[in-house]
Structure formats: C-alpha cells, structure tokens
C-alpha cells in the first residue's frame, strides 16, 4: 500500500447552497438521513485502506470540526487519523486565498508526514470512489498528476473545469468553467469535467506550490493555476472515474458524482436517494458510508384509522432513528433523527432535518426545513410559491428552503 496522506478542501462557503450554510460550512450540511456531506468523502478514503487524512476548514466550521471529533476516531496506534485543521494564518493575517493556497499554507503538514503521494479531494460532493484504483492507474502510467474525471452534459459543463485528453489519457488542455466549453470528440452534447480529486506526487507538489506562492499573478487556485500550468512540464493523466468499481454496486450507480453545490442539486441528490431501486445506494454493507451516531431510539408509526384518514404511513422515504409518524402521511421523503409527522399532515419530496416538528392538518411540498423547525397546525407550504417567497426563500426549482430560526408561527 502506497503511503498516501489525504488532505480535504472544506473550507468552502457555499454560497449556493445558502440559507443552508447561513451557520455552517456546506461540507457539514446534512445529506441522507443522518450523514453529513464530508461523510461521504472520508468514507471513500477509510473504506479504500488510507487513513491518514487532514481536513482544512476555514468558513464557520465549529459544526464541521464537532463532527469529525465525535464521529471519526481512528485507532492512533495505527498511525491512523483523520484531522480537523483550521485556518492558521501561517503566512501572516490573511486567509485562504484559493485552493491551492489552502494546501501551500499547510505545506508543514506535508513535510512532517513524509508521503509518496498526497491526494487533494474536495469534501463537498457525493459519491462512492475506490482511491485505490485511481493510485494504481497514477502509478501506472508515472504521472505527477492525475485527475479523476466524469462526462457531464455540455449546458453543465461550465461550472466545471473541462479537460482535452489524448488517446492514452494524458490531459491536453484544461480550461476552468469556461464560457463555451469543448465537447468530448466522438461524444457530441457531453464534456469531460474535473471531479476536483487530485493525486500528486509529493515532491512535483510542493515544487509546484511553491512557484505558484511566488507568483504575484496567480490567483492561487488548483484549476485556475496549477493544472493548466503544469501540462507541458509535467506527466498529467485523467482517471476516468466510470472505469472505478466498488464490491456489490448496482450497476446503475457506476459513475454516479453529485456536485451539490445548488438548492436544486443538494434536493434532485436526495430524491435519488428514496426510489425502491435507487441510483446512489446507502445500503451497500461492503461500502459502508460512516458517520457519528446518537443515541435515539427506533423510529416509531402509530394510528392506523383508514376510516378518518389517520394512519401513520411513509412511502418511498428514509426514515431515520427516533423519528415518530404519529397520523401523518410521508410521500418521497428524507426524515433526520427525532422528526415528528403528527395526525394529518401530508408531507411530500421534502428533507425535514433533526427535530423538525409537522402540526396536525399541515402541508408540505417540495421543501427542506432546518433542524428543530415546528411547522404549526394547518400551515401549508411549497404550493402556492408567490406566497411562499414572501415568507421564506424559494430556489431557482421552486424548492422551499426555511433555515434554522425561522419564524413559522
């Protein structure tokens, strides 16, 4: 086993996502039912064998770095961790300025670990990954750089960085969220994106860290400044992330990354989550996905009155520990711990977080709610949006988001 530290960026605003991230860095949002989105990420790094791994995070990260202190202990007598690392102002009184200024700031790290190869993964997206196929296919070929790549649809493609490859998977040409972005030859409609996952040889990445610090130009950012640079100069390969196989995945899940970077993307990623056979599966025992666990007890559905339409009743949802569906009805729904559906409530393809409270004879469409919300009786939200958008915020998709706090009464 190559000695690999992972470093993961999670010190992103999300802005995108807001008023999700209005109180927490996007990484820490929850996804799921009761993971957060870094789960998924770190998952990837432990189930593949690697557990050295540093988390940069800078953006309102105290619910970021309370999760991986409670949730992700691994056995030091390993030598194995997974670590929060807050902005330390190394440098003097500035914060991140990009990418691959966040890692440049952190190059101590590096050198006191003393890896082979340091992978720089994002931790904002969902996805299952075996790193260890994309180690294998770096080492293969010699590269000093290899990014791992999907197809996206080209009316997508410019809110990635978009890659040219050669016919042995050497990058080409790279051009970050450009304005007409280049289709894959033979593939018209379709562009090959950069997943943000990067494998570096240490000594090719400190070197190019370095250069790019000095460089009073550089806006300091892996796609916009680091990959194209080092085309020419250095062995860059593309991981086509289709070919990476996990134990026991349904084949409709191969290839499956979520960037969830948007209201709409974050809710179309959870419905995926809740069809009977769904396109990214939370149930694969071999490719477990890990978290912190409280301690709830077993979710619980009483009354069972047909007659007066009083039944405790969920249907294509996750429903997670603790939650009580006492009388309502659930339709395409993701429920987080202790949610509570009281009698006649009618909820459909909404994301109730932590401690979300439905009142009796309630309504509600096409929402996510935040942690510990009480939606009173009788209220009704998500189907009339030119009033919903007076009273919380409506995405692009007509998704109704109401943040921690809100006034509901």
């Known amino acids: 086993m190559q000695n690999l530290l992972a470093m993961i960026l999670a010190g992103g ?38 557990a050295k791994i540093k988390v940069l995070t800078q953006y309102k990260s105290e ?91 080209l009316h997508e493609a410019s809110d990635f960085g978009i890659i040219q490859i050669d016919e042995n998977q050497r990058m080409i040409g790279f051009e970050e969220k450009p304005a007409n972005p280049a289709p894959m030859p033979g593939r018209p409609g379709w562009a090959l994106a950069s997943m943000g996952n990067y494998l570096f040889d240490t000594g090719v990445l400190i070197k190019v860290l370095t250069e790019d610090a000095e460089n009073p130009m550089s806006v300091h950012d892996f796609g916009k400044s680091i990959i194209a640079s080092m085309i020419e100069s250095h062995r860059v390969f593309v991981y086509d992330f289709h070919t990476n196989v996990i134990p026991d995945q349904p084949e409709q899940e191969h290839g499956y990354w979520r960037d969830v970077g948007s209201l709409g993307s974050y809710w179309q990623s959870s419905m995926d989550l809740v069809s009977v056979s769904p396109v990214f599966d939370l149930y694969n025992r071999r490719w477990p996905i890990r978290t912190h666990y409280d301690h709830n007890p077993p979710a619980k ?17 996750i429903v997670s520990d603790g939650c009580i569906i006492s009388g309502g009805r659930l339709e395409r729904c993701v429920l987080f711990p202790r949610c509570r559906v009281n009698s006649y409530a009618h909820v459909t393809e909404s994301i109730l977080f932590d401690g979300v409270q439905i009142g009796r004879h309630a309504k509600v469409r096409r929402c996510i709610i935040d942690k510990d919300l009480v ?30 706090g809100a006034g509901l009464g």
């Not at 194995?80 to 790290?109: C, F, H, M």
């Open 63 to 153: 619910s970021l770095n309370t999760h991986i202190s409670r949730g992700w202990r691994l056995s030091s007598i390993l030598d194995q961790y997974i670590e929060a690392v807050p902005a330390q102002q190394r440098l003097g009184p500035q914060w991140y300025k990009g990418s691959a200024d966040a890692i440049y700031q952190n190059i101590t790290i590096i050198a006191d670990e003393n890896p082979d190869l340091v992978a720089v993964f994002g931790g904002d997206n969902i996805y299952k990954m075996d790193v260890r196929q994309m180690v294998n296919f770096h080492a293969a070929n010699g590269a000093h750089l290899t990014v791992a790549a999907i197809p996206v649809p």
């Open 301 to 317: 559905f009483v009354h069972d009155d047909v007659a007066g339409n009083r039944v405790g009743l969920a249907v294509n949802s």
């Open 13 to 50: 605003v999300g802005s995108r996502l807001m008023p999700l991230t209005r109180d927490r860095a996007k990484p820490a949002v929850p996804f799921g039912g009761r993971y957060r989105i870094i789960d998924f990420v770190l998952s990837n790094f432990v189930n593949s064998g690697f």
């Open 375 to 404: 939606v009173p009786s009788g209220m009704t939200i998500g189907y009339n949006l030119e009033e919903d958008r007076a009273r919380f915020h409506v995405s692009e998709e007509g998704i109704v988001v109401i943040p921690k």
